[in-house]
Protein backbone atom coordinates (compact mmCIF):
# COMPACT_ATOMS: atom_id res chain seq x y z
CA UNK A 1 0.00 0.00 0.00
CA UNK A 2 1.30 3.56 -0.94
CA UNK A 3 2.33 5.71 1.96
CA UNK A 4 -0.27 8.33 2.24
CA UNK A 5 0.48 10.64 5.18
CA UNK A 6 -2.05 13.35 6.68
CA UNK A 7 -1.38 16.32 8.65
CA UNK A 8 -3.56 17.50 11.52
CA UNK A 9 -3.61 20.54 12.83
CA UNK A 10 -5.57 22.80 15.47
CA UNK A 11 -4.66 26.42 15.18
CA UNK A 12 -6.18 29.80 16.67
CA UNK A 13 -5.02 33.05 15.99
CA UNK A 14 -1.36 32.53 14.58
CA UNK A 15 -1.75 32.69 11.08
CA UNK A 16 1.75 33.74 10.83
CA UNK A 17 3.06 30.65 12.77
CA UNK A 18 0.34 28.30 10.81
CA UNK A 19 1.46 29.69 7.46
CA UNK A 20 6.03 28.90 8.18
CA UNK A 21 4.59 25.27 8.91
CA UNK A 22 2.25 25.15 5.52
CA UNK A 23 5.35 26.49 3.49
CA UNK A 24 7.78 23.66 5.44
CA UNK A 25 5.43 21.34 4.46
CA UNK A 26 5.16 21.81 1.10
CA UNK A 27 8.78 20.47 0.65
CA UNK A 28 7.85 17.05 1.88
CA UNK A 29 7.79 14.23 0.58
CA UNK A 30 5.11 12.61 -1.93
CA UNK A 31 4.20 10.63 0.96
CA UNK A 32 2.53 13.96 2.76
CA UNK A 33 -1.24 13.35 0.73
CA UNK A 34 -2.83 16.73 2.62
CA UNK A 35 -3.25 18.51 5.58
CA UNK A 36 -6.25 18.84 8.14
CA UNK A 37 -6.66 22.31 9.48
CA UNK A 38 -9.47 22.91 12.50
CA UNK A 39 -9.34 26.81 13.33
CA UNK A 40 -10.34 27.41 17.08
CA UNK A 41 -10.42 31.33 16.12
CA UNK A 42 -12.56 31.23 13.09
CA UNK A 43 -10.23 33.92 11.28
CA UNK A 44 -10.42 35.13 8.07
CA UNK A 45 -6.74 35.60 7.97
CA UNK A 46 -6.04 31.84 8.94
CA UNK A 47 -8.54 30.51 6.27
CA UNK A 48 -6.70 32.75 3.50
CA UNK A 49 -3.62 31.08 4.89
CA UNK A 50 -4.93 27.46 4.77
CA UNK A 51 -6.27 28.15 1.21
CA UNK A 52 -3.31 29.62 -0.48
CA UNK A 53 -1.07 26.83 0.97
CA UNK A 54 1.03 25.00 -2.07
CA UNK A 55 -0.19 21.48 -0.53
CA UNK A 56 -3.50 20.24 -0.68
CA UNK A 57 -5.56 21.48 2.65
CA UNK A 58 -8.77 21.10 4.33
CA UNK A 59 -9.73 24.15 6.57
CA UNK A 60 -12.54 23.54 9.17
CA UNK A 61 -13.76 26.00 11.43
CA UNK A 62 -15.69 24.90 14.38
CA UNK A 63 -18.79 27.20 15.99
CA UNK A 64 -16.77 27.51 19.49
CA UNK A 65 -13.39 27.31 20.56
CA UNK A 66 -12.47 23.45 20.66
CA UNK A 67 -9.45 23.82 22.67
CA UNK A 68 -5.80 21.51 21.35
CA UNK A 69 -7.29 18.31 22.02
CA UNK A 70 -11.24 19.35 20.65
CA UNK A 71 -9.98 20.35 17.77
CA UNK A 72 -6.67 17.69 16.75
CA UNK A 73 -9.89 15.25 17.17
CA UNK A 74 -12.31 16.87 14.91
CA UNK A 75 -9.26 16.61 12.24
CA UNK A 76 -8.67 13.37 12.82
CA UNK A 77 -12.23 12.68 12.35
CA UNK A 78 -12.06 14.66 9.35
CA UNK A 79 -9.19 12.90 7.82
CA UNK A 80 -10.91 9.02 8.24
CA UNK A 81 -14.25 10.56 6.85
CA UNK A 82 -12.16 12.26 3.75
CA UNK A 83 -9.75 9.86 2.76
CA UNK A 84 -11.23 6.09 4.60
CA UNK A 85 -8.88 3.63 4.25
CA UNK A 86 -6.76 5.72 1.88
CA UNK A 87 -4.34 7.50 4.70
CA UNK A 88 -2.28 5.26 5.98
CA UNK A 89 -0.35 7.58 8.55
CA UNK A 90 -1.42 10.69 10.88
CA UNK A 91 0.96 13.39 11.30
CA UNK A 92 0.12 15.36 14.52
CA UNK A 93 1.72 19.08 14.49
CA UNK A 94 1.94 22.18 16.35
CA UNK A 95 0.85 25.23 14.71
CA UNK A 96 3.92 26.50 15.71
CA UNK A 97 6.56 24.02 14.31
CA UNK A 98 8.63 23.56 10.97
CA UNK A 99 9.35 20.57 9.19
CA UNK A 100 12.93 19.90 8.31
CA UNK A 101 13.79 18.06 4.80
CA UNK A 102 13.90 14.54 5.12
CA UNK A 103 12.28 14.60 8.22
CA UNK A 104 9.05 12.40 7.58
CA UNK A 105 11.07 10.33 5.57
CA UNK A 106 13.08 9.27 8.16
CA UNK A 107 10.00 8.75 10.56
CA UNK A 108 8.50 6.58 8.16
CA UNK A 109 11.78 4.93 7.56
CA UNK A 110 12.38 3.72 11.10
CA UNK A 111 8.81 2.81 11.68
CA UNK A 112 8.69 0.49 8.66
CA UNK A 113 12.31 -0.66 10.17
CA UNK A 114 11.46 -0.70 13.95
CA UNK A 115 7.78 -2.11 13.30
CA UNK A 116 6.50 0.84 14.94
CA UNK A 117 2.80 2.35 15.18
CA UNK A 118 3.93 5.98 16.37
CA UNK A 119 7.29 7.71 15.96
CA UNK A 120 8.68 11.00 17.61
CA UNK A 121 11.87 13.27 15.73
CA UNK A 122 14.13 15.43 17.54
CA UNK A 123 12.41 18.93 18.61
CA UNK A 124 15.17 21.75 18.55
CA UNK A 125 14.05 25.68 19.23
CA UNK A 126 15.35 28.32 17.32
CA UNK A 127 19.05 28.07 18.76
CA UNK A 128 18.97 25.05 17.73
CA UNK A 129 19.04 23.53 21.00
CA UNK A 130 17.13 20.42 22.56
CA UNK A 131 14.30 21.91 23.96
CA UNK A 132 11.59 18.99 24.08
CA UNK A 133 11.89 15.48 23.89
CA UNK A 134 9.97 12.22 24.84
CA UNK A 135 10.46 9.75 27.97
CA UNK A 136 13.09 7.65 26.38
CA UNK A 137 12.57 4.01 27.86
CA UNK A 138 16.58 3.44 27.86
CA UNK A 139 17.68 5.13 31.17
CA UNK A 140 21.37 6.08 29.77
CA UNK A 141 19.76 7.87 27.03
CA UNK A 142 17.04 9.63 28.57
CA UNK A 143 19.64 11.06 30.88
CA UNK A 144 21.46 11.90 28.20
CA UNK A 145 19.04 14.10 26.27
CA UNK A 146 17.72 15.93 29.15
CA UNK A 147 21.41 16.77 29.81
CA UNK A 148 22.79 17.57 26.53
CA UNK A 149 22.09 21.35 24.79
CA UNK A 150 22.45 19.92 20.80
CA UNK A 151 21.58 16.95 18.39
CA UNK A 152 24.91 16.37 18.02
CA UNK A 153 25.66 16.36 21.40
CA UNK A 154 23.40 13.52 21.87
CA UNK A 155 23.88 11.89 18.01
CA UNK A 156 27.62 11.62 19.00
CA UNK A 157 26.83 10.19 22.59
CA UNK A 158 23.91 7.98 21.92
CA UNK A 159 24.02 7.08 18.38
CA UNK A 160 21.54 7.82 15.87
CA UNK A 161 19.01 4.87 16.14
CA UNK A 162 15.71 4.85 17.53
CA UNK A 163 15.01 4.75 21.30
CA UNK A 164 11.66 3.17 22.07
CA UNK A 165 9.90 5.78 24.30
CA UNK A 166 6.28 6.00 26.38
CA UNK A 167 5.25 9.27 26.19
CA UNK A 168 5.80 12.39 24.35
CA UNK A 169 4.63 15.60 23.32
CA UNK A 170 2.67 16.73 20.56
CA UNK A 171 4.50 19.16 18.71
CA UNK A 172 4.81 16.35 15.91
CA UNK A 173 4.48 12.78 16.24
CA UNK A 174 3.63 10.63 13.57
CA UNK A 175 1.03 7.80 14.23
CA UNK A 176 -0.03 4.80 12.13
CA UNK A 177 -3.74 4.51 10.96
CA UNK A 178 -4.34 1.18 12.85
CA UNK A 179 -3.19 2.97 15.83
CA UNK A 180 -5.30 5.89 15.29
CA UNK A 181 -8.70 3.62 14.46
CA UNK A 182 -7.69 1.27 17.20
CA UNK A 183 -6.81 3.52 20.18
CA UNK A 184 -8.61 6.04 19.65
CA UNK A 185 -8.63 9.68 18.55
CA UNK A 186 -7.45 12.68 20.59
CA UNK A 187 -9.60 13.32 23.65
CA UNK A 188 -11.50 16.49 23.55
CA UNK A 189 -12.22 16.97 27.38
CA UNK A 190 -8.63 17.81 27.92
CA UNK A 191 -8.89 21.18 26.46
CA UNK A 192 -5.24 22.30 26.48
CA UNK A 193 -1.66 21.15 27.59
CA UNK A 194 -1.71 17.23 28.61
CA UNK A 195 -3.47 15.85 25.70
CA UNK A 196 -0.30 14.79 23.84
CA UNK A 197 0.96 12.65 26.90
CA UNK A 198 -2.13 10.73 27.40
CA UNK A 199 -2.71 10.67 23.45
CA UNK A 200 0.84 9.20 23.16
CA UNK A 201 1.13 6.75 26.37
CA UNK A 202 -2.61 5.33 25.28
CA UNK A 203 -1.08 4.33 21.65
CA UNK A 204 2.24 2.68 23.94
CA UNK A 205 0.73 1.01 26.05
CA UNK A 206 -0.30 -1.39 23.23
CA UNK A 207 1.73 -0.15 19.99
CA UNK A 208 6.02 0.39 20.22
CA UNK A 209 6.73 4.09 20.07
CA UNK A 210 10.23 5.53 18.83
CA UNK A 211 11.85 8.33 19.24
CA UNK A 212 14.14 8.75 15.83
CA UNK A 213 17.00 11.58 16.81
CA UNK A 214 18.13 11.84 12.81
CA UNK A 215 14.97 13.54 12.06
CA UNK A 216 14.57 16.96 12.95
CA UNK A 217 11.40 19.39 13.63
CA UNK A 218 11.95 23.20 15.03
CA UNK A 219 9.44 24.30 17.22
CA UNK A 220 9.17 28.00 17.24
CA UNK A 221 6.46 29.18 19.78
CA UNK A 222 5.71 32.65 19.49
CA UNK A 223 6.55 35.06 22.73
CA UNK A 224 3.58 34.87 25.22
CA UNK A 225 1.38 38.46 25.09
CA UNK A 226 1.25 38.45 28.61
CA UNK A 227 3.58 36.10 30.67
CA UNK A 228 2.71 37.23 34.27
CA UNK A 229 0.55 35.16 36.75
CA UNK A 230 -2.92 36.67 35.22
CA UNK A 231 -2.07 35.98 31.75
CA UNK A 232 -2.94 33.02 29.70
CA UNK A 233 0.04 31.18 29.76
CA UNK A 234 -0.43 30.89 33.77
CA UNK A 235 -3.86 29.48 33.31
CA UNK A 236 -2.74 27.17 30.83
CA UNK A 237 -0.03 25.76 33.05
CA UNK A 238 -2.77 25.27 36.02
CA UNK A 239 -4.83 22.87 33.41
CA UNK A 240 -1.22 21.45 32.94
CA UNK A 241 -1.22 20.29 36.35
CA UNK A 242 -4.76 19.18 36.39
CA UNK A 243 -4.26 16.96 33.44
CA UNK A 244 -1.66 15.26 34.31
CA UNK A 245 -3.26 14.82 37.56
CA UNK A 246 -6.04 12.98 35.88
CA UNK A 247 -3.93 10.60 33.21
CA UNK A 248 -1.52 9.42 35.92
CA UNK A 249 -3.99 8.86 38.70
CA UNK A 250 -6.78 7.98 36.85
CA UNK A 251 -6.15 6.29 34.01
CA UNK A 252 -4.47 2.62 34.04
CA UNK A 253 -2.13 3.96 30.82
CA UNK A 254 -1.72 6.83 32.41
CA UNK A 255 0.37 5.02 35.79
CA UNK A 256 3.32 5.55 33.41
CA UNK A 257 3.93 9.15 34.70
CA UNK A 258 2.71 8.96 38.15
CA UNK A 259 6.62 9.68 39.33
CA UNK A 260 6.37 12.83 37.36
CA UNK A 261 3.63 14.51 39.48
CA UNK A 262 6.42 16.51 41.94
CA UNK A 263 8.29 17.58 39.72
CA UNK A 264 5.62 19.22 37.20
CA UNK A 265 4.47 20.65 40.55
CA UNK A 266 7.67 22.15 42.03
CA UNK A 267 8.12 23.58 38.59
CA UNK A 268 4.77 25.34 38.72
CA UNK A 269 5.53 26.68 41.26
CA UNK A 270 9.15 27.87 41.03
CA UNK A 271 7.72 30.11 37.64
CA UNK A 272 4.76 31.28 39.17
CA UNK A 273 6.10 31.92 42.39
CA UNK A 274 3.89 31.75 46.47
CA UNK A 275 1.13 33.46 44.61
CA UNK A 276 0.39 29.88 42.93
CA UNK A 277 0.25 27.48 45.45
CA UNK A 278 -3.38 27.77 46.11
CA UNK A 279 -3.60 27.04 42.24
CA UNK A 280 -1.76 23.91 42.59
CA UNK A 281 -3.52 22.64 45.42
CA UNK A 282 -6.78 23.22 42.89
CA UNK A 283 -4.97 21.34 40.01
CA UNK A 284 -4.30 18.79 42.66
CA UNK A 285 -8.14 18.61 43.30
CA UNK A 286 -9.96 18.44 40.19
CA UNK A 287 -7.52 16.21 38.41
CA UNK A 288 -6.90 13.64 41.32
CA UNK A 289 -9.93 14.30 43.64
CA UNK A 290 -12.64 14.70 41.52
CA UNK A 291 -11.41 12.90 38.78
CA UNK A 292 -12.27 15.32 35.90
CA UNK A 293 -9.64 17.05 32.58
CA UNK A 294 -9.82 20.52 32.73
CA UNK A 295 -12.05 20.64 29.47
CA UNK A 296 -15.30 19.31 31.67
CA UNK A 297 -17.73 21.39 32.33
CA UNK A 298 -18.40 22.27 35.59
CA UNK A 299 -14.53 21.69 36.31
CA UNK A 300 -12.84 24.05 33.52
CA UNK A 301 -11.98 26.70 36.33
CA UNK A 302 -8.50 27.75 34.21
CA UNK A 303 -10.00 27.20 31.14
CA UNK A 304 -12.57 29.26 31.83
CA UNK A 305 -9.76 32.02 33.67
CA UNK A 306 -7.67 31.88 30.36
CA UNK A 307 -10.51 32.72 27.92
CA UNK A 308 -10.91 35.72 30.08
CA UNK A 309 -7.77 36.88 29.22
CA UNK A 310 -8.24 36.83 25.07
CA UNK A 311 -6.26 33.29 24.72
Not at 169 to 197: K, N
Not at 204 to 223: E, M, N
Request: with cysteine; glycine share 10%.
Amino acid sequence: MKTFVVGVVATRKRPQELCRLLRSLEACSEALGAVVVVDNGADDETRRVVENAGCETHYIAPVTNLGCGGGLRLAEKTTVEIFGDRFTHLWILDDDAEATPGALERLIAEMETESADVACPMIVDRHGRIGWFPGLLEPEKFNAIRELATPGEFLARCGDGAVPFSWSTGVALLVSRRAAVEIGLHRDDYWMRGEDLEFSLRITGRYKGIFVPSATIRHLPPDAANPGPDGGEYWKHAALLQNICYTSLRLSHGRRIIRTIPGNFRRFIKTWKAASIGDALRAFWLGAVAGKPAGVKGYDRFRQRCEKTGN
